[in-house]
């Protein structure tokens, strides 16, 4: 597609409830990110794919956190048992491989999913 | 790690007046900056990055930002700002050049007024 597209854009969820977000990155894009924007934050770094390859979720705040990319394109990322802590826009980012070498900076951010844990 | 402060959370300002962003960060051997913005219901846009080179770098919609070392600052400018600026801004800072896992400032809310 021709932006990072995330679903849903909005999300609200009972205390405990399960929720998946959707990241379809731009196509060929090799590298994904997740971050989160708590309100009036800014975003921080939550996990990173190369392809389908998880190499970096040292920024996922607990283990109810999980997120995939199995085919190396479309992600997830699921919150289980959610917490009210958890409210917040969640933003994915690809950017394409070729730049990365340049050091050129091609992140391509998607409009974010906003959860809200009632 | 690497941070970020932005010293302004809100600035209001009237059209066709400048406008300065001050973002500061945390002194390291290699930095590399960058000033994002967020319009209402989209997502983060590149304004602007300092890999390497000449300090002064500029970038869309006629911003531009000053890397100063010894006062570990970035701070972004736009000598005439329009209504279509209106908009939150952030200061990122990485550690690689790639953009790879950068640190964010809180964000400063920038209101341009007729």
């Known amino acids: 597609g021709a932006g990072v597209s995330q679903s849903p854009r909005y999300k609200v969820a009972k205390r405990g409830q399960d929720v998946a977000l959707r990241c379809d990155p731009i196509?060929?894009?090799?590298?994904l990110f997740w971050y989160q924007q708590a309100l009036g934050q800014g975003p921080e770094f939550l996990t990173y794919?190369?392809?389908?390859?998880?190499?970096?979720k040292s920024g996922l705040p607990s283990d109810r956190f999980f997120a995939e990319r199995p085919e190396g394109s479309v992600s997830t990322l699921k919150i289980q048992r959610t917490q009210q802590e958890d409210s917040a826009v969640y933003l994915c980012?690809?950017?394409?491989?070729?730049?990365?070498?340049?050091?050129?900076?091609?992140?391509?951010f998607g409009a974010g999913s906003r959860l809200t844990v009632l | 790690a690497q941070s970020v402060t932005q010293l302004d959370s809100q600035v209001p300002v009237f059209e066709e007046a400048p406008v300065e962003l001050r973002c500061n960060y945390s002194?390291?051997?290699?930095?590399?900056l960058f000033w994002y913005v967020q319009y209402p219901n989209q997502g983060l846009q590149l304004l602007l990055k300092?890999?390497?080179?000449?300090?002064l770098v500029k970038g869309i919609n006629g911003f531009e930002a000053e890397f100063n070392k010894s006062q570990t600052s970035f701070h972004l400018r736009k000598p005439s700002v329009h209504i279509s600026d209106t908009a939150e801004y952030f200061c990122?800072?990485?550690?690689?050049?790639?953009?790879?896992?950068?640190?964010f400032g809180a964000g400063t809310t920038v209101t341009v007024r007729a």
């Open positions: 794919f190369q392809n389908e390859a998880q190499l970096d």
């Open positions: 002194s390291s051997v290699s930095v590399y």
């Open positions: 980012a690809s950017s394409h491989p070729g730049q990365e070498k340049s050091g050129a900076n091609v992140l391509t």
């Open positions: 990122a800072v990485s550690d690689r050049p790639d953009d790879y896992k950068l640190s």
């Open positions: 196509s060929g894009h090799v590298s």
């Open positions: 300092y890999l390497s080179g000449s300090t």
